[in-house]
């Protein structure tokens, strides 16, 4: 799947996007400089942000959105130099809590009658997210495809199993996450590490620290299922 080159969609910040206006320029003079300028700017181009939804006034989402460029050099051919997507948590009253991981690889090249950039999605064949060192693999429900993107939904499906997730989410005071992820059988598995990623006007901690009290939120109304199933079987 292939799109006009564009590495800033809409739900990334504005301001970012202004600040990598002035690294990525609009046509190049072969792969390389294109390579060249991507791995410059990565500290521009790589970020990680929060954000949440209200229903009711109540929140219902928990979401980190990020992206990572990549600084390897020279680029494998059938590797990406950007991989973008987002860790979301989502509630339901009555239903578990779930778990959609969001990623997009992205291949970025150049047409050489044009020497514009053009991207194109890569499709993993496979990815996992494993939350504070626990896998969520023995929760997934389904590995699709969403907005372009490849998307692993999890949740679990016992009370047993709910209490697991809600324990493994607050192992820890500030979230970490692992998203684990292979493009091609050739190459090597690779990892990004959330509490590694770089940010732009907040610290890393500080916005794991903002998902963590949001989901903390989550827990609270999934507490309060439980128990109000646990009451109905009296």
């Given at each position: 799947?292939?799109n006009?080159f ?36 990565a ?30 050099n ?5 590797d ?24 997009q690889?992205?291949?970025l ?5 044009t020497r ?29 495809t ?8 999890y ?11 809600m ?25 990004i ?14 916005i ?5 009290s ?21």
């Amino acid at each position: 799947m292939k799109n006009q080159f564009s590495l800033f969609p809409g739900a990334t910040l504005a301001a970012l996007a202004l600040a990598a206006s002035t690294v990525c320029a609009q046509t190049y003079d072969n792969q390389k400089a294109l390579d060249d300028e991507i791995r410059a700017g990565a500290a521009e181009l790589s970020f990680m942000d929060f954000d949440s939804e209200l229903t009711a006034g109540k929140t219902t989402r928990c979401q980190i959105k990020y992206r990572v460029a990549a600084k390897e050099n020279p680029y494998l051919a059938n590797d990406a130099q950007l991989v973008q997507g987002s860790i979301t948590s989502d509630y339901y009253e009555g239903k578990p809590i779930n778990f959609i991981l969001n990623l997009q690889p992205l291949r970025l090249d150049v047409n050489r009658s044009t020497r514009q950039a053009s991207s194109t999605t890569l499709t993993p064949t496979r990815a996992a997210l494993v939350i504070n060192g626990q896998n969520m693999s023995k929760y997934q429900l389904e590995a699709t495809t969403c907005d372009g993107s490849y998307c692993v939904i999890y949740a679990p499906t016992k009370a047993e199993e709910i209490l697991d997730m809600m324990k493994a989410v607050q192992l820890k005071p500030d979230f970490d996450a692992d998203i684990v992820y292979s493009l091609e059988k050739v190459l090597p598995e690779k990892a990004i590490q959330i509490s590694s990623l770089t940010t732009h006007g907040k610290t890393n901690s500080a916005i794991r620290t903002q998902f963590t009290s949001c989901m903390s939120e989550l827990i609270k109304k999934q507490v309060l299922d439980l128990q109000k199933l646990d009451s109905s079987k009296k």
